[in-house]
């Protein structure tokens, strides 16, 4: 047996949509409008909140147990008083926006802190040097021109005009104070009900029923009428200087559970917080409405305190957080906190009772128990019904039920299954005594004849289709986009299959694109993937794209299903859920802003929607049902983004202290220094009712002209912005609305850095007078260095040209002592060649001798060794540079024959022509050489040479 269906289209036949639930209207009593709680972890506060008030721009302010707390619809703010007792008790607004608020021996108002857009407390008790006696403030009545802070001793009157305050001692013990009707109210525990007139508190008429701890509100019930309502007597009227019991039929519920606020509601309803069972709603006569409890999704049922805003909806401080009742919800839901409904796939009315076909089975409930809200909503399971109910049919005097088991027939009060071969999922109601359905496994026909039941499967479809729709000429259309789509003809009994076709594409179907195949009242529709919307146009005999509806369809709206009735196309779509209202005429409209908050709540490929009544729709969800309310038009609100605070932005969001407060900084410029060129800006639409549903946008004109794209972040940051001139702006957009608010603008100049102002220029000409010394500095001493470099060239070139010179004269010179030194010695060779020859002569005697005695005394004179060497000593010193003086000075002990060796030796002459010039022999060269060591205190292994060439 299949467990689960996957459905992708519905099939709807002529009565089911156009019918209206009869009596069924009243199931919006026993449903909730939307509640958004806000416990103690979200706020950061304390549990309780003992008062509500709200200014001109529509932020809330609570007195909390921790302090005074702000909510602008996107930031909670707790302003604990300075050095006084945390509990703030009371609250009121006056039309100056000064936000008084009263604690423990202690009372005084806020205000706005221009420089830090935060609040700021000033207490009226220290200015006029009140004194209490333990004294708790519990109400703040602005009246006329003066606010009156109440306790249970005393009442202070502060005049707003002379700063002054005034004291009313209680002649017992106060309780509560109410302003009603222009006139102010005091319970006296003792005295009863007092009204203060001209600063006197003077007795009402009968008011004396009312002692005890007994008052807790007052309302306007007409023009010379007073509602009052007290904690455990129910509600009393006061009209025309009476003062009578009410009997509503609320009083008992209201006796109950203890009333301890209340608050009047538009079209004169009334709301009324209890001690012990959260919220009742009564309309003008006392007629029970709603009520809204834990059981009912709200968190507690002690109800401390209750405003009703600018819009008209409700908070709640409660015992444990704070709660928002969207009275003005266009939706109310079924509270099923124990799951007894589960998800719902269709309901109908039948025999004055509602039938809820479910995934858990068929659950009913007398019509006639919606009529008692304050009660819980008896639901009752149809016997053997339990299992997955997909669908419902009304069919003459029986309710049929499309089961996971087969088909279940209630007639009357009682129900069992009729047929049990295969589960089924769809119906077509062609009268009261045929119905066509489809079974897990194809189509079906069933002939009903009183209690018999006749059906036969239809070959032509074995396959689990999901759409029956049927034309005018009764033909049916029969599939699923996985099975494909076949056109069925029956005869007039719908006994046989006359023909069938399943080659649709002659007329417009497109097996592959195909959805699903609708109808309503003989009008027929297809949903193509490709191309849109298409209707059956008869005199072509196809479907058709229809321009009218598809032109309204949104951009890539991905529509699995339709859901035809007289007047709306319902479609469904992966991300959204809509109706084309008027889709049958000229002129159809697109309607969405009722349905944003529930298609996620719809089952996917089972959505449903059954009318109740004019413009009030039932919508099947997952978690039981909603009541929708398709009229539903909100008033034209006046609402505006406020900019709420504007900073630098490291790290962390720093805020910027400013001069005026921020609707100045429209026309004037808000300058922020180059060096905190990241900014903030935090902006807020305090529009409760949409919460979760707004979307912001930004634009800095002179950096985008284009607004950014919407996120629900209330802040704007914007980094390293260039210097200039911006101006800010934000607009608000509600999701699937028109609704567009935008904010003031915000001028802001980011001021150029410091070096772009006179001082920075002052510095960049001095800077550029520097940078234009140290350029010439530059440039003369790269000219200085470049002739510098000349001369260094210079210089070198001449003494590379001296040195040359030099070079020249040494070699010149050393040419010359070369020539000298050699010189000598063939001199000293010859001369001892002619004396060695002469004294072969004189031995030989061929020659007289005194012949050779003449040319030995020419040999001898040529010889003088002493000239020879002068001319030597003269060469060698110029050569090197004074040698021998510098040497001799250095060692004065040397002999002009040391000198010589000395020289000859530096020389490098070879010891054997040593010995020539000193015309002494080789072993006394080297005796001289010893010596010489010797007088030059050389050591054993110093080479003289080498001493010599170094010195």
């Known amino acids: 047996m299949k467990a689960c269906i996957y459905v992708t289209v519905f099939c709807l036949f002529s009565f089911l949509s156009e019918s209206v639930f009869a009596g069924v209207e009243k199931i919006e009593n026993v449903c909730v409008p939307k509640i958004t709680y806000f416990d103690k972890n979200v706020y950061n506060a304390a549990n309780q ?528 859920f809509f109706c084309i209202k008027a889709y049958l005429t000229q002129k159809p409209t697109i309607e969405s802003r009722n349905m944003e908050s529930l298609y996620k709540q719809l089952i996917k490929t089972y959505e449903d929607v059954e009318k109740i009544s004019d413009g009030s729709y039932m919508v099947c969800t997952s978690n039981s049902f909603a009541v929708m309310n398709a009229n539903y038009s909100p008033k034209t609100k006046q609402n505006m983004v406020y900019l709420r605070d504007i900073g630098t932005f490291t790290n962390v969001l720093k805020p910027l202290s400013l001069p005026n407060s921020l609707d100045y900084y429209a026309t004037h410029a808000i300058k922020f220094p180059y060096k905190h060129n990241t900014i903030f800006i935090r902006f807020t639409l305090p529009d409760y009712e949409n919460e979760g549903n707004i979307r912001y946008s930004y634009r800095l004109k002179g950096n985008s002209e284009n607004f950014s794209i919407a996120s629900s972040s209330n802040i704007a940051t914007f980094t390293n912005l260039p210097a200039g001139d911006y101006v800010f702006q934000v607009k608000a957009t509600i999701v699937g609305t028109n609704e567009v608010y935008y904010s003031q603008e915000l001028r802001i100049t980011i001021l150029p850095p410091w070096y772009m102002g006179w001082i920075g220029f002052c510095l960049f000409l001095l800077l550029v007078a520097g940078l234009a010394l140290l350029y010439y500095k530059y440039l003369q001493s790269r000219w200085l260095k470049e002739q510098k470099r000349i001369e260094n060239e210079h210089e070198k070139e001449m003494a590379k040209m001296e040195n040359r010179v030099l070079q020249e004269q040494v070699k010149s010179q050393i040419d010359e002592l070369s020539r000298v030194t050699k010189s000598m010695l063939h001199k000293n060779k010859l001369m001892s060649k002619l004396d060695a020859e002469i004294a072969k002569l004189v031995l030989n005697r061929t020659i007289p001798s005194s012949e050779l005695r003449g040319l030995k005394h020419i040999v001898e004179k040529n010889k003088n060794p002493d000239e020879e060497w002068k001319v030597f000593e003269m060469s060698f010193n110029k050569t090197h540079d004074n040698y021998l003086v510098k040497l001799s000075t250095q060692f004065p002990g040397l002999t002009t024959s040391d000198l010589k060796l000395a020289a000859y030796i530096r020389m490098n002459i070879s010891s054997k022509e040593i010995a020539g010039l000193m015309n002494i022999s080789s072993k006394s060269i080297e005796m001289a050489r010893y010596r010489l060591r010797k007088k030059l205190n050389l050591p054993h292994e110093q080479n003289l040479t080498e001493f010599l060439m170094g010195l």
């Open 49 to 576: 909140t003992w008062a509500i008030a709200q200014n001109k721009k529509g932020y809330m302010y609570f007195a909390n147990s921790a302090g005074l707390l702000e909510y602008d619809g996107s930031q909670w703010t707790l302003y604990p008083l300075p050095k006084f007792a945390p509990n703030v008790r009371s609250i009121a607004i006056t039309d100056d926006q000064k936000i008084y608020t009263g604690v423990r021996n202690e009372f005084g108002y806020w205000t706005e802190d221009i420089s830090t857009r935060k609040l700021k407390y000033t207490s009226l008790t220290q200015a006029s040097n009140l004194h209490f006696a333990d004294e708790e403030i519990w109400k703040i009545v602005p009246f006329h021109n003066s606010v009156y802070f109440h306790s249970f001793k005393n009442i202070y009157k502060y005049n707003t005009e002379t700063k002054s305050i005034s004291i009313i001692p209680a002649p017992n013990r106060f309780q509560f104070l109410f302003r009603v009707n222009d006139r102010l109210f005091a319970q006296e525990k003792v005295l009863g009900l007092m009204e203060l007139k001209d600063d006197r508190l003077v007795g009402v008429p009968g008011g004396e029923i009312f002692t005890g701890d007994c008052v807790y509100g007052m309302e306007t019930y007409s023009a010379n009428a007073i509602l009052i309502a007290t904690i455990d007597r129910g509600l009393y009227m006061m009209e025309n200087g009476r003062i009578s019991k009410c009997n509503f039929p609320c009083n008992d519920f209201l006796i109950k559970n203890q009333i301890f606020s209340m608050v009047s509601l538009p079209g004169g309803k009334f709301a009324f917080g209890t001690i012990l069972n959260g919220l009742l709603i009564t309309d003008h006569n006392g007629n029970i409405q709603s009520t809204i409890n834990k059981p009912k999704g709200m968190p507690n049922n002690t109800v401390l305190s209750i405003f009703s805003d600018q819009t008209n909806n409700l908070w709640l401080g409660l015992d444990r957080g704070i709660a928002h009742i969207q009275l003005n919800s266009p939706i109310r839901t079924f509270p099923d906190p124990k799951g007894v409904l589960g998800s719902v796939y269709q309901v109908k009315e039948f025999n004055g009772r509602l039938y809820f076909a479910t995934n858990q089975g068929l659950f009913s409930c007398a019509i006639a128990d919606l009529s008692y809200p304050e009660r819980e909503l008896p639901l009752t399971l149809m016997p053997k019904s339990q299992g997955q109910v997909w669908a419902l049919q009304v069919v003459g005097n029986k309710l049929l039920c499309a089961h996971n088991k087969g088909i279940y027939a209630v007639e009357g009060s009682k129900g069992d299954f009729i047929y049990t071969k295969s589960g089924t999922s769809h119906w077509l109601k062609i009268d009261d005594n045929t119905v066509l359905f489809l079974t897990y496994d194809g189509l079906c026909v069933m002939h009903i004849k009183g209690s018999q039941y006749t059906i036969k499967a239809q070959a032509v479809f074995p396959y689990d289709g999901s759409s029956l729709a049927k034309d005018r000429d009764n033909n049916i259309y029969v599939g699923s986009l996985s099975a494909g789509f076949c056109k069925v003809k029956f005869d007039s009994n719908f006994e046989n299959v006359v023909s069938s076709s399943s080659q649709l594409e002659d007329i417009g179907i497109n097996h592959v694109t195909t959805r699903g195949i609708y109808s309503y009242n003989g009008n027929v529709f297809a949903l193509d993937g490709v191309k849109g919307i298409l209707k059956f146009d008869y005199a072509l005999n196809r479907f058709i794209p229809d321009p009218l509806i598809n032109r309204l369809m949104p951009k890539k709206a991905n529509i699995h299903r339709l859901q035809l009735d007289a007047d709306r196309m319902w479609c469904y779509a992966a991300d959204q």
